[in-house]
């Protein structure tokens, strides 16, 4: 098969994989790409969305770099007290006593269970300008670290009282055409953003050891490795013949899961999938599992 008819087969694929995210209610933006070829297909590749706990991964790629480096102890004790730490709904965040956790396993907690108490503790060794500023060295324009996650957190906080559902038909219907938004921290001029074509050049240097300390990279996969579940990308392509590492963003309207996805013939397709759904509801099973079966389809599209 020539290239030219190659490429046009993954526009059609790309196509259909929108289509249905609209079907669904999704917008957004969604890359897949082959490691090894560098063949890849996707739409609104280089459009900015807020990374809700996306974040994790790029901010765990510096803090890791920043111990392989020595510049941070990844044994350093750090205390979290209940009274301080970032709301959540799982980890050191809904721990009801102070704890102390070190540097390097904050990170773990951060990846693997999408820890917020676990991030911003991080986000108080590394600043989010660091962070951005190791990003651009790193060559990722449209990536950002701008806040902590507990801001996201004061943010709605200081809304008048509403219940969840509201909060959700607020995000859906409080959006612009440009990024913007009621909530500076969804607003992609305020917000920790970034693309799916970033994003993807991203876990491309990582699984490609092309970023970072020697080490570092390594280090990052294995931790993307521990993800506890993975509701959208695992849907379709978890299984025991693949390897999927991968991170998980959700905050209202937003459903997002990046990863590497490794078949059973070592092919590595490096995935994001920054959704925004104009649905306001918490659960949305068919959502998830569109963004699976789209994912599915680019894998198998890019590794015929």
Same mark, same amino acid.
């Given at each position: 098969m020539s290239s030219d008819v190659a490429g046009g087969a993954l526009q059609v694929v790309a196509a259909d994989v929108e289509q249905e995210w609209r079907r669904a209610g999704l917008s957004g933006g969604f890359l897949a790409r082959h490691l090894q070829t560098s063949e890849q297909l996707g739409f609104g590749v280089d459009r900015v969305l807020p990374l809700a706990s996306v974040v994790k991964v790029p901010l765990a790629l510096v803090v890791l770099d920043e111990i392989a480096s020595g510049r941070l102890d990844g044994?350093?004790?750090?205390? @979290?007290?209940? &009274?301080?730490?970032?709301?959540?709904?799982?980890? !050191? /965040?809904?721990? &009801?006593?102070?704890?102390?956790?070190?540097? %390097? =396993? @904050?990170?773990?907690? /951060? !990846?693997?269970v999408s820890d917020n108490a676990a991030t911003d503790a991080l986000l108080a060794l590394v600043?989010?300008?660091?962070?951005?500023?190791? *990003?651009?060295?790193?060559?990722?324009? =449209?990536?950002?670290?701008?806040?902590? *996650?507990?801001?996201?957190?004061?943010? @709605?906080?200081?809304?008048?009282?509403?219940?969840?559902?509201? @909060?959700?038909? *607020? &995000?859906?219907?409080? /959006?612009?055409? $440009?990024?913007?938004?009621?909530?500076?921290q969804l607003d992609v001029a305020h917000a920790n #953003? $970034?693309? #799916?074509? &970033? !994003?993807? %050049? *991203? !876990?491309?240097?990582?699984?490609? =050891?092309r970023v970072g300390a020697p080490g570092v990279a390594a280090r990052l996969r294995g931790a993307m490795g521990h993800q506890l579940v993975s509701p959208r990308l695992g849907v379709e392509l978890a299984s025991d013949l693949t390897t999927l590492r991968s991170k998980t963003g959700s905050f209202l309207n937003l459903r997002h899961e990046i990863g590497v996805v490794t078949t059973a013939e070592g092919d590595q397709v490096a995935i994001a999938a920054l959704a925004v759904s104009s649905v306001p509801a918490e659960q949305q099973p068919e959502a998830d599992a569109t963004i699976g079966a789209g994912a599915r389809m680019a894998v198998e599209a890019l590794t015929a």
């Open positions: 044994a350093q004790q750090v205390r @979290l007290d209940p &009274a301080e730490r970032t709301p959540g709904p799982t980890g !050191l /965040s809904v721990f &009801a006593h102070p704890s102390s956790v070190a540097v %390097e =396993d @904050l990170v773990t907690m /951060s !990846l693997a600043p989010p300008d660091v962070v951005t500023t190791r *990003l651009r060295r790193w060559g990722w324009h =449209d990536l950002t670290v701008r806040h902590p *996650l507990h801001e996201l957190y004061t943010a @709605l906080g200081r809304l008048p009282e509403r219940t969840r559902s509201d @909060l959700r038909e *607020l &995000a859906v219907s409080a /959006s612009t055409q $440009g990024g913007g938004h009621v909530l500076p #953003a $970034g693309s #799916a074509g &970033a !994003l993807v %050049e *991203l !876990l491309a240097a990582v699984w490609g =050891d």
